[in-house]
């Protein structure tokens, strides 16, 4: 049986690491070293939301409260199983954000992605463009 659970314990991150999706200069350290930052400061300001069956690890949500904003970002998304559990798990974070008067999530995704697509049957819309430019 699969469960989900917000997870509190900073030894997750070490766990979930592997899984991360990197982004230039946004390494899996990087990210790592945010979370453990949020986690052990602001642990109110981070939800992470991670799927299990047995000890193994089937996906996870990690997103957190963005500074001075009216949003949250979840800034990785995983999952080795099928749609329900991101419905789910994206159920639960929305729930999360409500508790703490959050009225939007956020994330990044590559456009016409088979990510894009599943988000979109969440109920997520494009926002605007993030655009790049290496110098």
């Keep these: ?11 997750i991150i070490e766990e979930l690491k592997p899984y991360f999706i990197e982004d230039g200069c946004y390494t899996k350290d990087v990210m790592a070293d945010e979370f453990l930052y949020l986690m052990t400061n602001y642990p109110d300001d981070i939800c992470v ?22 949003y949250a970002y979840f800034a990785q998304v ?29 994330g990044e995704t590559e456009r016409d992605s088979v990510a894009m697509r599943g988000l979109k049957t969440y109920g997520f819309t494009e926002h ?8």
Excluded at 3 to 11: A, P, S
Excluded at 128 to 135: A, D, K, L, P
């Design 128 to 135: 605007s463009i993030v655009v790049s430019r290496i110098i």
């Design 78 to 106: 995983y999952s080795k199983v099928d749609s329900e559990f991101a419905l789910k798990g994206f159920s639960k974070l929305i729930r999360w954000c409500k508790k703490r008067g959050i009225k939007e999530l956020r």
């Design 1 to 11: 049986m699969i469960r989900i659970v917000q997870e509190h314990d900073v030894k």
């Design 49 to 70: 939301l991670v799927a299990r069956e047995e000890n193994f690890v089937l996906g996870f949500i990690v997103a957190h409260k963005v500074y001075n904003r009216d």
